[in-house]
Nanobody, 126 residues
Framework: QVQLVESGGGLVQAGGSLRLSCAAS????????MGWFRQAPGKEREFVAA????????YYADFVKGRFTISRDNDNNTVYLQMNSLKPDDTAVYYC???????????????????WGQGTQVTVSE
C-alpha cells in the first residue's frame, strides 16, 4: 500500500512559478513510477508528467514541455513538479499518482496507476 500527499499548490500570477511536492509513504513506494495529472473544472483529468521509479526516464505532455520539470528524491520518498512560466490554462487540481512498479519507462496512462493523492489546487491569475 502506498499513500500519497500533495502540497505546494496555491495562487500565482501568470508567468510565475510553483513547485508541487508529493510525499509517498509505504514500504515499496520508492519502487513505483510516479506521475502528475491535473483536472480543471468541467474537464477530464489529463496527464501532465511522469518519471520512472529510478528517476532515469521522464515523459511530458506537449503542453508543459519546456515549462514543467518532474523529479524525484527516493531517499526522501518525494516527487516534485517544478512549474515555470505558468499560464491561466494551467489552473487545475493537480494529482500525483504511483504505478508501474519497477518499470523502466514512465507510465503515461492513468489506468495504469494504482495509487492517487487527494490533489492540490493550482490557480493562475491573469
Amino acid at each position: 500500500q502506498v499513500q500519497l500527499v500533495e502540497s505546494g499548490g496555491g495562487l500565482v500570477q501568470a508567468g510565475g512559478s510553483l513547485r508541487l511536492s508529493c510525499a509517498a509513504s509505504g514500504r515499496t513506494s520508492s519502487t513505483y513510477g510516479m506521475g502528475w495529472f491535473r483536472q480543471a473544472p468541467g474537464k477530464e483529468r489529463e496527464f501532465v508528467a511522469a518519471i520512472s521509479w529510478s528517476g532515469s526516464s521522464t515523459y511530458y505532455a506537449d503542453f508543459v514541455k519546456g515549462r514543467f520539470t518532474i523529479s524525484r528524491d527516493n531517499d526522501n520518498n518525494t516527487v516534485y513538479l517544478q512549474m515555470n512560466s505558468l499560464k491561466p490554462d494551467d489552473t487545475a487540481v493537480y494529482y500525483c499518482a504511483a504505478g508501474g512498479r519497477l518499470r523502466s519507462s514512465p507510465v503515461v496512462r492513468s489506468r495504469e496507476y494504482n495509487y492517487w493523492g487527494q490533489g492540490t489546487q493550482v490557480t493562475v491569475s491573469e
